[in-house]
């Protein structure tokens, strides 16, 4: 409590600091954290609930005012980009909440070409590797910008080379000028050490919206990473499984680590069974929902390995996997959902057109060890 009475009694003369506003993107940080606060708070009532809201608005005010006036000097020095996970808590698939907390503090800058980017914190839980970078530039760049080049790891030796990995990209643009961006290497198949050595070469700066758009330069960066400790729990010989006619989905394993949950799966397809289709190219793509016994939805990263065709052998497996935010400690089981898509190849592109409207079929139900 003394402390709390010592700031009291501190007396400050805004007078002696120069005004300095906050920057567009220092503003967003701290609505976005406030917003996220109140999300993540349960209000009873209706008229606690619009108490409530109304209070953080006010509350959201004071904020900004307080650091623009009261404090500008401070504001000043206030980091952009502290925490670059924080900008994607509204996206679909976010399963970022514990990665902050965890992760490795990097703060290297290569600027190239009129481009700066600042590689700020990455964390690695050998199962997938997440760099979270800012990108600046005056120039152009469009919506959805990333850097792009080669990840080489010494300790991997030559298992990520061609295959065995996937990449995801989460981009948030936070004005003209900046981006967030976070880089999620999957690691798929291969050795997983316990500490790797990355070499991230970036050769350009690649819009996602428009692979044309683009700029050259070298943005090379060098650090080391310890993994997480994390469990894995063997599941194949546990026979859970998701039975349909035509489809058998089979659960492989589960590892868990302080920031998230990967779930392997085999997929086996009667394609020509499920599009009802004997002659023309058909595809069966099968998207998963993910939820516990406390109500809890979970988003997911979800690598989709092969997918079925038509084109394919008829005993082919598929081996998707699916990452999501840390499961809820007081769960005591998750249920897995397949969603079955099927499709047909409707131009000379390979542009893919629906044809069964998507459908459920029956959950995988995983209990968990406490």
């Known amino acids: 409590m003394s402390i709390f009475k010592d700031l009291n009694d501190i007396k400050v003369d805004v007078k002696e600091y120069e005004e300095i506003p906050l920057s567009e993107v220092e503003q967003?940080?701290?609505?976005?954290?406030t917003q996220k606060k109140i999300k993540s708070t349960k209000v009873k009532t209706f008229e606690g609930k619009k108490y409530f809201v109304s209070a953080i608005a006010s509350i959201s005010a004071i904020l900004?005012?307080?650091f623009n006036i009261a404090f500008p000097t401070f504001a000043e020095k206030l980091p952009t980009f502290t925490n670059i996970f924080e900008f994607f808590t509204d996206n679909e698939r976010n399963i970022f909440d514990n990665f902050s907390e965890h992760a490795t503090s990097i703060g290297l800058t290569q600027e190239n070409n009129g481009i700066s980017i600042t590689v700020t914190d990455?964390?690695?839980d050998k199962e997938n590797i997440t760099i979270a970078y800012k990108i600046k530039s005056e120039q152009d760049l469009g919506e959805r910008p990333v850097l792009l080049g080669d990840i080489i790891v010494?300790?991997?030796?030559?298992?990520?080379?061609?295959?065995g990995y996937s990449k995801n990209y989460l981009v948030k643009k936070i004005d003209n000028h900046e981006y967030a961006v976070l880089y999620v290497y999957e690691l798929i198949s291969g050795s997983k050490p316990?500490?790797?050595?990355?070499?991230?070469?970036?050769d350009n700066v690649r819009n996602l919206n428009n692979g044309s758009q683009l700029v050259d330069g070298h943005w090379d960066f060098e650090f080391s990473l310890q993994a997480l400790e994390n469990s894995v729990m063997n599941l194949k010989s546990h026979n859970i499984h998701s039975l349909d006619p035509g489809i058998e989905i089979s659960l492989v394993e589960m590892t868990q680590s302080p920031i998230s949950t990967t779930i392997q799966l085999a997929e086996k397809v009667d394609e020509r069974l499920i599009s009802q289709e004997q002659e023309e190219l058909r595809l069966v793509l099968i998207e998963y929902l993910v939820s516990d016994n406390l109500g809890n939805n979970y988003n997911i990263i979800h690598y989709r390995d092969t997918g079925h065709s038509t084109d394919f052998n008829p005993n082919h497996i598929s081996a998707p996997r699916i990452t999501t935010n840390l499961i809820n400690n007081d769960a005591s089981f998750i249920t897995i959902t397949p969603i079955v898509n099927v499709y047909k190849v409707s131009n000379s592109k390979g542009h893919l057109e629906q044809i069964l409207?998507?459908?459920e079929i029956e959950p995988i139900i995983v209990p968990l060890n406490k």
């Open 28 to 33: 967003k940080r701290i609505i976005m954290r």
């Open 64 to 66: 900004l005012i307080t």
């Open 122 to 124: 990455a964390v690695y």
């Open 154 to 163: 010494d300790e991997f030796g030559n298992q990520y080379e061609h295959s």
């Open 194 to 202: 316990e500490t790797i050595n990355i070499s991230w070469q970036g």
């Open 357 to 359: 409207k998507p459908y």
